[in-house]
């Protein structure tokens, strides 16, 4: 006699939208229990004030608010950029690797041709290089890929330390001064190459031309031809093909989409808001980004949403380890409490658990 096993998971059919973010929302009021609970114990404060210095940390000041803003601006930049390639199953790790090679580009305009031609004629080289650079980081593993099937998740991650030593090799070359090990505020005295401040802010340029470019990304992938093939690859190849679609040429035009974005957000650091090149200048948004397109199912709406959760809890983080004198990993801590839920609830969204039901057997 076959035992019928007391748990069973099967697959769940497809969530209606707002049940799913029901279901994330509780996720993340139970994380917040916990941390509270955690809290107490381990450092004896007050749960309610920790996340209301939180809070205050992210929108204490119309400063902070701005900050947040282009946080979550150039982290969705990112996001978007990488989804498409995820999308087709593309597993495209080199996000932090195409937007340093767009922030090289914009760096390189404006050191070598500040001073040499009209303001509004070097942003637009700036936007072309970015672009192109981003474009052709990734289009390098997308071409190996397309022609012999190489591991793209090694090669795009392999790609990122090659992006850091070229940008560490050039701030040598453009150190200033000679021994400083860096570049410092580029332009500085004739403002060469800085994006135009809106409305008094250097930081609501960014957010708009995310925002535009959020909305047109996801019309590009759920409304366009485009969009529609890049769906059919990731789903099956052999049935892609069948129905005459040229597989190659969609990985390697959807990759070079992917880096194209990613160098818009190089471009947007250093042109917008930064005005200097480092290694750490793109501070590990590449792989951020991986966790906000895959939490939003790849949907760039959604992101939006993903991405504030994601800057919220780093910038909260960060506040209360400063108010309350803690070190940064319990701010860590906190941040991956919430997180580890949040993920975790997605397996009860794919899933259900059923349970042995209990019966009497008849003589």
Known sequence: MNKVPLIHISRRKDIVWYRAWLVRIIAVVLALVVCGLITMVMTGLDPIKVYA?????????????????????????????????????????????????????????MILLGDKIPNWLLILVMVVVS???????????????????????LFTLMMNYVAIQLVAFFVIVWEVPKGA???????????????????????LLNVIIVAILTIVMFIYMKYSKH???????????????????????????????????????????????????????????????????????????????????????????????????????YGDIITGIILFFIIGCEFFLNYRINFRKSHKEVA
């Not at 800085?194 to 409305?199: A, C, K, L, V």
């Not at 939490?295 to 400063?322: C, D, H, W, Y």
């Open 227 to 329: 969009g529609y093939e890049l769906s059919v690859v990731g789903e099956s190849e052999p049935t892609a093909r069948y129905v005459g679609i040229k597989v190659r040429k969609v990985i390697i035009r959807t990759m070079v989409l992917s880096g194209a974005l990613c160098g818009v957000a190089g471009l947007l650091l250093v042109g917008g808001t930064d005005h200097t090149l480092t290694t750490t200048l793109v501070g590990g948004r590449g792989f951020t980004g991986v966790m906000v397109a895959w939490l939003a199912k790849f949907n760039p709406v959604f992101m939006v949403i993903t991405s504030f959760l994601i800057v919220f809890l780093q910038r909260g983080a960060t506040e209360i380890t400063t108010t309350f004198g803690l070190n940064q990993s």
């Open 53 to 109: 210095a939180m809070i205050d940390g992210t929108f204490g000041t119309a400063r902070r608010v701005w900050m947040l803003l282009q946080n979550i601006a150039i982290l969705l930049c990112i996001s978007i950029a990488l989804a498409p390639a995820f999308r087709m199953r593309f597993w495209n790790l080199g996000g932090d690797g195409q937007a340093l090679m767009g922030a090289l580009g914009a760096a390189a305009v």
């Open 181 to 203: 090990g860096k570049i410092g505020i580029i332009n500085q005295n004739s403002n060469a190459g800085w994006f135009p401040q809106i409305g008094g802010s250097k930081y």
């Open 131 to 153: 672009i192109a650079a981003g474009a052709f980081w990734a289009v390098i593993p997308a071409f190996f890929k397309a022609r012999w099937n190489t591991n793209e998740t």
